[in-house]
């Protein structure tokens, strides 16, 4: 199993690779588009602001790389973010895999969202052994609408979307590296695609 982190200054790169070395398996940060196309399964994560990393991703041109690839790939809160059509988050153009906008938390509730909270409504085999109403950790200011594409729903101030699926690609607003074992067991599901 070739396991790929894509490298574009935007992301929690060793948390994540600790939690798939506590499940055996070794995760190779790149951003060559060789290594990650040849990947079996590739993780796209990302901390930050919106517009700044999707210039990152422009400068590489993995922009243009990430829409095309074939194996599951999972994008981790910021990185499911730039997947969708757009954010409110420096007016950003996303990658549009997923149909849905992200938008901004309003001032009546504490922001950033930052900690426990539960994901309902779980309807993928990326949540397999995952009970609805399971306790996963996060940290946002923006959100994913509710849309047809999501697995999972949240509620803080409104209920979003805590997870995307369409075709290959997956994304999670959670941090599942962060989450325990029910992120490690979302991990485990996403490898065992």
Avoid at 3 to 27: E, P, T
Avoid at 65 to 78: A, D, E, M, N, T
Avoid at 118 to 137: A, Q
Avoid at 147 to 152: D, G, V
Wanted: glycine residues 8%.
């Amino acid at each position: 199993m070739k396991l790929v982190i894509i490298d574009y200054g935007a992301g929690n790169i060793k948390s994540i690779q600790f939690a798939f070395k506590r499940l055996g398996l070794d995760a190779v940060l790149s951003s060559d588009p060789d290594v990650i196309t040849s990947a079996d399964r590739i993780i796209f994560p990302g901390v930050g602001e919106a517009s700044s990393a999707m210039n990152m991703l422009k400068l590489s041109k993995l922009d243009t790389l990430i829409p095309q690839l074939k194996q599951p790939v999972l994008g981790i809160c910021l990185g499911m973010q730039l997947m969708c059509n757009s954010s409110e988050e420096g007016d950003t153009k996303g990658l549009g895999i997923f149909n849905v906008d992200i938008k901004r938390f309003s001032n009546t509730v504490k922001v950033p969202q930052m900690g426990w909270n539960t994901i309902t409504d779980v309807t993928s085999n990326l949540f397999t052994n995952i009970k609805d109403g399971e306790f996963m950790y996060l940290v946002h200011s923006y959100y994913a609408e509710m849309c047809h594409e999501a697995i999972s729903s949240t509620h803080y101030q409104l209920d979003y979307a805590s997870a995307l699926q369409k075709d290959n690609f997956y994304g999670v607003q959670f941090h599942p590296e962060k989450s325990g074992e029910a992120g490690a067991q979302v991990l485990k599901n996403f490898i065992n695609l």
